[in-house]
């Protein structure tokens, strides 16, 4: 454990509990990308399977049970609770377009060809593409709440967070993970117009960030 990597971990959890308290609070899903939560919880579904069979730490597998808990509680708000303001015709991402590539690569390209490791790598390649139906929503609407922004900022900060602790990790220890450093650049990448946005809208005190809409 280095302070990129703990840092990056409390980016993601405020990442999560932003998302999860906005909904909550606003009694509303709107501007909310129910597919993209549904691939974060599955991410986290394959990616924590471990949880069964070997035990890590204790900090490790809190944070692991509070990230299923939050992923799929945020999920039954978005398709239960609040669905009346879930707006399903503007969260129109094709996910199958995500899903089948990711798991024919997840079974081409992987450390071991076991269950397990095959699920491991699933959820690390759908993690650097699950943020897509959200961000194409916001572009598909032209706008987006402020609230949602700082989700998708604290969201995008764990990655660049991960990548350095990556980057510590191979300088300290000598350790590299080709599949999680390819996926976390390729994640990291989706964020960098978004970045951009953010710095230079939402933080300079507009109530919603407006985006260009899709020609």
């Known amino acids: 454990m280095n302070i990129f990597r703990l840092s990056g971990d409390v980016c993601h959890l405020v990442a999560i509990i932003i998302l999860f308290l906005k909904i909550w609070r606003s009694k509303s899903c709107a501007g909310i990308s129910g597919k993209s939560q549904v691939l974060f919880a599955l991410v986290f579904t394959t990616r924590y399977l471990d949880l069964f069979t070997s035990f890590i730490s204790v900090y490790n597998t809190i944070m692991k049970v509070v990230y299923l808990v939050l992923a799929y509680a945020t999920v039954s708000l978005i398709y239960y609770r609040f669905r009346n ?26 450390y071991a060809f076991t269950p397990l ?22 572009t598909k ?13 604290f969201l995008g900060l764990y990655r660049t967070l991960y990548l350095a602790n990556w980057v510590w990790r191979y300088h300290v220890e ?21 970045f951009y946005l953010y710095f230079t809208r939402v933080l300079r005190g507009s109530g919603k960030m407006s985006l260009p809409m899709p020609v």
């Open 117 to 138: 490791e095959i699920l491991w790598t699933f959820s690390i390649y759908l993690e650097s593409v699950a943020i897509l139906p959200q961000l194409f929503m916001i």
């Open 141 to 153: 609407t032209g706008e987006a709440e402020s609230i949602t922004t700082h989700y998708l900022f």
């Open 174 to 194: 000598g350790f590299f993970d080709q599949i999680a450093v390819v996926s976390g650049v390729v994640q990291t990448i989706f964020y960098c117009d978004f």
């Open 85 to 110: 303001s879930y707006d399903s015709e503007s969260d129109s991402f094709r996910v199958e377009f995500l899903l089948v590539p990711v798991a024919g690569l997840s079974f081409l390209e992987n």
